[in-house]
C-alpha cells in the first residue's frame, strides 16, 4: 500500500524519468494506492493549469483513493506539525500514510524522515 505525496504526481504528469520509472512499477503491483484530499487539493490549485494538465490529473486520480480529511487525521497531522515542525499540508499527507498504514511515496524525503513511525519511500 502507498500514498503518493504530491510531489510524486507533478513529477509524474511532467515525465521526469526516474519518478516514471519508479512510479510505474509500483503501478504494476496492484496494491491500494492512496492521496490525501490535500493533495488533492494542491494539485488543482495551480494557476496556471492548462485544461490537458487538469484533464491528466483527473485521470491519475480515478485511479487512486483519496483519502478525506477527518478529525482522526486532523489531530495526526497537528501532532507530527508540532513535532517535527512541517507545513500544515506535509503534515496531513504524512498523517494519511500513517492512517492508511502505507508507505509515503515522495521525492522530498528530507521533510518526513524525521517521522519515526511513517514508512518512507523516495521516487
Excluded at 15 to 23: N, Q, R
Excluded at 33 to 41: D, G
Excluded at 94 to 111: E, H, V
Aim: some cysteine; charged content about 20%; overall charge neutral.
Amino acid at each position: 500500500m502507498y500514498t503518493l505525496d504530491t510531489n510524486a504526481i507533478l513529477y509524474y504528469l511532467k515525465d521526469e524519468p526516474d519518478t516514471v520509472s519508479s512510479l510505474r512499477n509500483v503501478f504494476t503491483q496492484n496494491v491500494p494506492l492512496y492521496v490525501s484530499a490535500i493533495t488533492e487539493l494542491e494539485l488543482f490549485a495551480f494557476s496556471n493549469l492548462s485544461t490537458a494538465e487538469e484533464k491528466l490529473i483527473e485521470e491519475l486520480l480515478t485511479t487512486v483513493a483519496v483519502i478525506s480529511l477527518d478529525s482522526h487525521i486532523a489531530r495526526l497531522a497537528a501532532f507530527i506539525r508540532r513535532q517535527y515542525r512541517l507545513k500544515v499540508p506535509d503534515s496531513v499527507i504524512a498523517a494519511t500514510a500513517m492512517f492508511t498504514g502505507s508507505t509515503l511515496l515522495t521525492c522530498n524525503t528530507r521533510d518526513f524522515r524525521r517521522i519515526p513511525n511513517l514508512s518512507l519511500l523516495r521516487v
